[in-house]
C-alpha cells in the first residue's frame, strides 16, 4: 500500500519534462521584456556620459596627457574639497570634472572684460611661452619672470594703469600682483595646485600650476574660447605654441 501510494504522488517522467519546457519557455518570454526594461537605463547613462563629454573643453585625453589633474604631496585645507584621491606615491589627484568646470567660470570672467582691462601674471619659468602666446593671440598684457611692484597702484609710476581683472598662475609666487589687486579692490583669478593657499583668491581654478604642458593647456583653452567669446580676428596658435618642448 505505502508503494502505491507514493506513486500515484510522483508525476509521470513526460508530466516532469513538460513543466520543465513550460518553465523554460515563460523565462524566454519574460528576458526580452528584462532586457527592455533595462534599455531606458542604459540610454540614460549613456546620454549622462555623452552630455558630461559634451560639457569638457577638450577631451579627456588632453587633461590626462598635460598631467593638469596632478597635484602635491601637500594638500591645503582650502584645496582639499578639490581633490579626488592620493597615489600610492601620495600624490593627490585633482577632479578634472571640477578643472573643466572651473575653466568655465574662468572663462565666463574673462569675456566680461576687454584684453586691455586684464593682466596676467606668472614668475615662474614653466609659464613663460604659455603667457606670451596668449597675450599675442588674445591682446591681454602679460608679465612674466618679474612683476613691476605698484604698476597698478602708483599713479606715479611710468606705465601706470587700472586693470579690471587679475590672473595669477600662482598665488605663491605670483604674491605682489596679488597684494596689489587686494589694496585695489580688483577680482583674482588663481590657477592653484594643492599646496596653494586661496585666500583673497576670487575664482580658484584647481590645476597643476608647475608643468608647462599643464598651464600651457589651461592657456591654449583660454585663448581659443576668449577670442571666440570677443570675437577677435587673430588666429589660434597651435597647442604646441602653449607648451613648448
Known amino acids: 500500500m505505502p508503494r502505491k501510494a507514493k506513486a500515484e504522488k510522483e508525476k ?3 508530466e516532469k519534462e513538460k513543466e520543465k519546457i513550460e518553465e523554460f519557455e515563460q523565462k524566454e518570454q519574460e528576458e526580452p521584456k528584462e532586457k527592455l526594461k533595462e ?3 542604459e540610454k540614460k547613462a549613456k546620454d549622462k556620459a555623452k552630455k558630461a563629454e559634451e560639457e569638457m573643453l577638450v577631451p579627456l585625453d588632453e587633461y590626462v596627457k598635460s598631467g593638469i589633474y596632478l597635484g602635491t604631496k ?7 574639497p578639490y581633490v579626488f584621491k592620493r597615489r600610492a606615491d601620495g600624490l593627490a589627484i585633482i577632479n578634472t570634472k571640477q578643472i573643466n568646470e572651473k575653466l568655465r567660470f574662468a572663462l565666463s570672467l574673462l569675456s566680461q572684460y576687454g584684453p586691455e582691462q586684464i593682466i596676467i601674471t606668472g614668475k615662474r619659468e614653466a ?3 604659455a603667457l606670451n602666446a596668449f597675450s599675442k593671440s588674445t591682446g591681454i598684457g602679460v608679465f612674466t619672470k618679474k612683476y613691476p611692484a605698484g604698476i597698478i597702484t602708483n599713479p606715479s609710476l611710468p606705465g601706470f594703469f587700472e586693470p579690471s581683472l587679475v590672473m595669477v598662475v600662482d598665488p605663491w609666487l605670483d ?3 596679488m597684494a596689489d589687486a587686494l589694496l585695489t579692490n580688483i577680482p ?14 576670487d575664482l ?7 608643468s608647462n604642458k599643464s598651464v600651457g593647456l589651461v592657456f591654449w583653452i583660454l585663448a581659443r574660447e576668449y577670442i571666440k567669446a570677443k570675437k577677435l580676428k587673430t588666429s589660434l596658435p597651435d597647442l604646441k605654441e ?3 618642448e
Open 74 to 80: 601637500v594638500i591645503t585645507a582650502s584645496m582639499k
Open 242 to 244: 602653449f607648451v613648448g
Open 204 to 210: 580658484v581654478v584647481p590645476c597643476n600650476n608647475k
Open 39 to 41: 534599455k531606458p537605463k
Open 12 to 14: 509521470p517522467v513526460e
Open 127 to 129: 609659464c613663460w611661452k
Open 175 to 177: 604674491k605682489n600682483p
Open 188 to 201: 583674482v583669478i588663481g590657477l592653484c595646485d594643492t599646496n596653494n593657499l586661496t585666500s583673497n583668491i
